[in-house]
C-alpha cells in the first residue's frame, strides 16, 4: 500500500508538462528544484521543506543515472534513479518527482513553467543554465542556504576515509 503511495508521486517525464497545466488550471502555485539527490542528507530534507513553503506543489526533478555519471563520474550514482525517486517521494514536503536525462533541467523547465525554482546556496542565480527558462516563462528563480557540513561528497569522501 504504502509504496503505492509513493509510486503516484512519480510522474513520467512526458506527462509532467499535462500535470503542471492541470495544476495551474486550480491555481497552485507551482515551485520546481532538481538535483542529483544520490544520498539523501539532512541538507536535502532541509532545502526541499524551504522551497514547498514558497508555494502549494514541490515538483522535483532527479537527474536519471545516465545524467548523473555525466555530472559525476562512473561511480555515481549510488542509488539507481527509481530509488532516488521513491525516496524523495517519501517526503512531505515534495509533491511530486519526474526523472530526466539532461545534465541541465531547462527542458523539463520549459515544460513545467514554474512559478520558482529553487537551487542551494552553492549556486549563483546568474551562472544556472536554467535561469532564462524560467525568467521568460515568467518565473522566478532563489537560491537557498545550505546547512554546513551536509553533502553527498562529502559524505561519500567520509566514509572512503572511515575504511
Partial sequence: ???RVL??????FEKIAQL?????????KIITTNGCFDLLHLGHISYLHEARQMGD????GINSDLSVQKLKGKSRPLNPERIRALQLSGLESV?????FNENTPETLLKLIQPHIHVKGGDYKIEDLPE??????GGGKVICVSLIAGY????LIEKLKASE
Fill in 20 to 28: 503542471a497545466l492541470q495544476l495551474k488550471s486550480q491555481g497552485k
Fill in 57 to 60: 506543489v514541490l515538483i522535483v
Fill in 1 to 3: 500500500m504504502a509504496a
Fill in 95 to 99: 509533491s511530486f518527482v519526474t526523472i
Fill in 131 to 136: 535561469r532564462h527558462v524560467v525568467e521568460s
Fill in 151 to 154: 553533502s553527498t561528497t562529502g
Fill in 7 to 12: 509510486e503516484s508521486k512519480i510522474i513520467p
